[in-house]
């Protein structure tokens, strides 16, 4: 507060005001919050009843099964490419191991959270290809149901 502000701040602090940062960010966090309540009611909701596993133990799928605060009673495994150094460890802050996803493919679980969202369609088609019949369910960035 006491030091005179140099003209990049300067400039950075007048576009800040002009697009509204906070308002930018107020609807970002009512976006993450509402999108938490649902996905949770959702996995609750379908783990009562059917076995659902993921796919992709990446650290977003860890930030988002925290955020969500799964556990192995929810998900029963996360999927992972089959040379991925993450087998048979566990997710960060959960009791979910992390499994060959062939091999949960061949489980054939009712259904796969796709916890690497981006990459869904390539996922999708490789489950497919490889006999899995069963739903998929795209957290983010909307919540979608295949």
Request: charged fraction near 25%.
């Amino acid at each position: 507060k006491n030091k005179p502000l140099n003209s990049n701040t300067k400039n950075i602090i007048a576009k800040e005001r002009l697009i509204n940062v906070r308002n930018s960010l107020n609807k970002l966090n009512s976006y993450r919050i509402s999108n938490t309540v649902a996905l949770k009611k959702i996995i609750s909701s379908i783990s009562s009843k059917k076995i659902i596993y993921g796919v992709g133990a990446a650290p977003r799928a860890c930030v988002l099964i925290n955020l969500l605060n799964l556990n192995s009673m929810q998900i029963k495994y996360i999927g992972e490419v089959k040379d991925s150094k993450k087998i048979n460890k566990f997710v960060p802050g959960t009791d979910i191991v992390v499994k060959d996803e062939n091999i949960l493919i061949k489980k054939s679980p009712d259904l796969f959270i796709i916890f690497s969202w981006h990459l869904s369609k390539k996922i999708i088609l490789k489950y497919k290809k490889n006999g899995y019949k069963g739903k998929f369910l795209i957290p983010l960035p909307n919540i979608k149901f295949i």
